[in-house]
């Protein structure tokens, strides 16, 4: 079990581990109205509302509109290089901070577990959670997520010093993720799933 169960938390679905094949982007929905979206050369549109989803930096773009107040100010302290963020230090400076946290995953909780199919990781940050799970479990489909571009952009940064690489970083609100109901086998989030307001709905999700 996460020693630190006020910072560490991970979420295992009740259902029944499924393999999925579906593995590549054609797995997307969209987060506002849940239509299928289309995949252009720079991003996707919804079939159904229209909405356009673009990717930046290889970054994929699902932030929905009317975010929450404190979700904003999360994107901006992300934003901005002088709010104290350790993340704003040098990628491996911002990694030693996080120390305790992720000699925890390894140790204690991804040990615990013989993944496969889909994994999550929400409200990552720099993501590293991603890139161990990556590592450990190869044949995993890595989703690393924040709500923050600017954390994503810091979390490529990692990505490469790490030399891991999660199948996919994108931008997402835990309130309306741009997936299909039932798709994950693992969600993972530290210090992120007490902001939920809806925790018991997200985790049905
Ligand atoms: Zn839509």
Redesign the pocket.
Known sequence: MCQLSKDCEGVSSDSPRKVITMSDASSFI?P??H?QLLQQASGYV?V??N?VYPIRSGIHLFTPHGLVSHTMEDIRAWDDPDSGRAEHLEPWRALLTKEPLIRDFEENVLSQFSLTGQFLEVGGGMCWASYLAKNRFPDCVVYASDVAYSALLRAEQLSGLMKLQPDFHLTLDVQSCPFPDDFFDFVFGSATLHQIPDLEGFVRG
Do not use: N, P
Request: contains cysteine; charged residues 25%.
């Open positions: 969209c506002e109205c239509g919804c159904a509302c909405r």
